[in-house]
């Protein structure tokens, strides 16, 4: 045990090691598979909550198998954390400006896809070790080659090692991926990309490798009654651009089930249901929209117990410890805990203020007893009772 507080302040993305309470009036809602937009101002859980759903840290994190109660990838998705400041979006803004969306849409579209997409055939590859899938690498190779044969074009931009795994298709996804950053980067022509970039519609190439890839986890995975799917979590997506956030959008509405977006801002942005399809919105139907910092005070109550408890828990090295607010700060009475005040205060006026209250009591008996360390006003319903 040290003496160091377990409520020190400090960014979730700063810990070394992260420490997790999950809602449950919210959480179930994630684990759905279903698009997601979460709404809220800064230290409202964005981060831990989107974190939570990463297979990475489900692996890694004793904290969240806690709270998970080890139960890793019963929900059966792949969780794949962005946070989206850490990509070139700035960059890809400033070269597409002045580009006609159908120009400059698939091309932010397609490095989307790719960003994730690589992303997931790192998680397939770790989470084969891991024994979640069983397949053998013939297997594993016949993926691949359907994959590929469904995907000619992706030979004209890089040369694919074969057999081709899992580990070889992230490397040539990335690489694909940064020669596009590089396009970026320099502001060179569009007209001089190769097909492949500009082929898709936006989502399209993602829809179709999630599919293929969903289809390998269910085959190779125990069998569930639900089938598996991959959650895109963009952390901070207030980054992106009105273009870019319109390509989101659209790739949102566009998603099939295989793969599901949960995506994070810090304040509301200027449209979140516009897409570049004509006619065609972000409706309830198509994502939740959790505005985090709309919650009642009784599930504020419950989060904030919650994150002490875990945080009291880790510093103490005891599972068995809870946080009650009302054990330890009593019942929210503002009158008894401003009484307690003043009666303790060595100020003038303080003192003032609670003769004066004796005397009020004094002048109208049963409204108020003010006792210096009793302060009861209205006992059915805090307030004082009009004569």
């Not at 070139?88 to 932010?108: C, Q, R, Y």
């Not at 013939?138 to 580990?167: F, G, K, N, W, Y």
């Not at 205060?345 to 004094?362: G, M, T």
């Given at each position: 045990?040290?003496?160091?507080s377990?409520?020190?302040l400090?960014?979730f993305e700063r810990?070394?090691?992260?420490?997790?309470y999950?809602?449950?009036?919210?959480?179930?809602i994630?684990?759905r598979?279903?698009?997601?937009?979460l709404?809220?101002?800064?230290?409202?859980?964005?981060?831990?909550?989107?974190?939570?759903?990463s297979?990475?840290?489900?692996?890694?994190?004793v904290?969240?198998k806690?709270?998970?109660k080890n139960?890793?990838?019963g929900?059966?998705?792949i969780?794949l954390?962005l946070q989206?400041?850490a990509?070139?979006?700035?960059?890809?803004?400033?070269w597409?400006?002045n580009?006609?969306?159908?120009?400059?849409?698939p091309?932010?579209?397609?490095y989307?896809?790719?960003i994730?997409?690589?992303?997931?055939?790192?998680?397939l590859?770790?989470l084969?070790?891991e024994g979640?899938?069983r397949?053998?690498p013939?297997?594993?190779?016949?993926l691949l080659?359907?994959?590929?044969?469904?995907?000619?074009?992706?030979?004209e931009v890089?040369?694919i090692?074969t057999?081709?795994?899992?580990?070889?298709?992230?490397?040539a996804?990335q690489?694909i991926r940064?020669?596009?950053?590089?396009?970026?980067?320099?502001k060179?022509?569009?007209k001089?990309?190769?097909r492949?970039y500009?082929?898709w519609?936006?989502?399209?190439f993602g829809?179709?490798?999630?599919?293929?890839?969903?289809?390998?986890c269910d085959?190779?995975s125990?069998?569930?009654?639900r089938?598996?799917?991959f959650?895109?979590?963009?952390?901070?997506?207030e980054?992106?651009?009105i273009a870019?956030?319109?390509?989101?959008?659209?790739?949102?509405?566009?998603?099939k089930?295989a793969a599901?977006?949960?995506?994070?801002?810090?304040?509301?942005?200027?449209?979140l249901?516009s897409?570049?399809v004509p006619?065609?919105t972000?409706?309830?139907?198509d994502?939740d929209?959790?505005?985090?910092?709309n919650?009642t005070?009784r599930?504020?109550k419950?989060?904030?117990e919650g994150?002490?408890?875990?945080?009291v828990?880790?510093?103490l090295?005891?599972?068995s410890?809870?946080?009650?607010t009302?054990q330890?700060l009593?019942k929210l009475d503002?009158?008894?805990?401003?009484?307690?005040i003043?009666s303790e205060s060595e100020?003038?006026?303080?003192?003032?203020?609670?003769?004066?209250?004796?005397e009020?009591?004094?002048r109208?008996?049963g409204l108020?007893i003010?006792?210096g360390d009793?302060?009861?006003?209205?006992?059915?319903?805090?307030?004082p009772k009009?004569?």
């Amino acid at each position: 045990m040290t003496t160091d507080s377990p409520f020190s302040l400090d960014r979730f993305e700063r810990e070394r090691v992260h420490l997790y309470y999950l809602p449950k009036h919210l959480f179930p809602i994630l684990e759905r598979n279903r698009p997601v937009y979460l709404i809220g101002s800064r230290g409202t859980g964005k981060t831990t909550l989107l974190q939570s759903l990463s297979w990475r840290e489900r692996l890694d994190n004793v904290s969240l198998k806690r709270a998970l109660k080890n139960n890793l990838f019963g929900g059966r998705y792949i969780g794949l954390y962005l946070q989206m400041p850490a990509f070139h979006m700035a960059s890809f803004d400033e070269w597409l400006k002045n580009k006609e969306e159908s120009v400059g849409a698939p091309i932010t579209g397609i490095y989307f896809d790719l960003i994730w997409v690589e992303m997931a055939a790192d998680a397939l590859a770790r989470l084969a070790v891991e024994g979640i899938f069983r397949a053998s690498p013939p297997e594993e190779h016949q993926l691949l080659d359907a994959i590929l044969e469904s995907q000619p074009e992706m030979a004209e931009v890089e040369e694919i090692e074969t057999p081709c795994t899992l580990r070889g298709f992230q490397r040539a996804i990335q690489k694909i991926r940064r020669r596009l950053e590089r396009f970026a980067q320099f502001k060179e022509e569009p007209k001089n990309l190769q097909r492949f970039y500009t082929q898709w519609q936006v989502g399209e190439f993602g829809n179709t490798i999630s599919g293929q890839l969903a289809d390998f986890c269910d085959k190779y995975s125990e069998s569930g009654r639900r089938p598996w799917h991959f959650k895109i979590c963009m952390d901070e997506a207030e980054c992106l651009s009105i273009a870019q956030q319109r390509v989101l959008n659209t790739a949102v509405r566009l998603s099939k089930g295989a793969a599901a977006y949960v995506v994070s801002y810090v304040r509301e942005v200027d449209d979140l249901s516009s897409t570049l399809v004509p006619g065609l919105t972000l409706q309830r139907a198509d994502r939740d929209l959790i505005y985090l910092d709309n919650v009642t005070d009784r599930e504020f109550k419950k989060l904030a117990e919650g994150v002490a408890t875990v945080r009291v828990q880790s510093k103490l090295d005891s599972g068995s410890i809870s946080f009650n607010t009302t054990q330890i700060l009593g019942k929210l009475d503002i009158n008894f805990l401003l009484s307690k005040i003043l009666s303790e205060s060595e100020n003038p006026a303080a003192k003032q203020l609670i003769n004066d209250a004796n005397e009020f009591a004094l002048r109208f008996p049963g409204l108020w007893i003010a006792r210096g360390d009793r302060n009861e006003v209205g006992v059915e319903s805090g307030w004082p009772k009009v004569p």
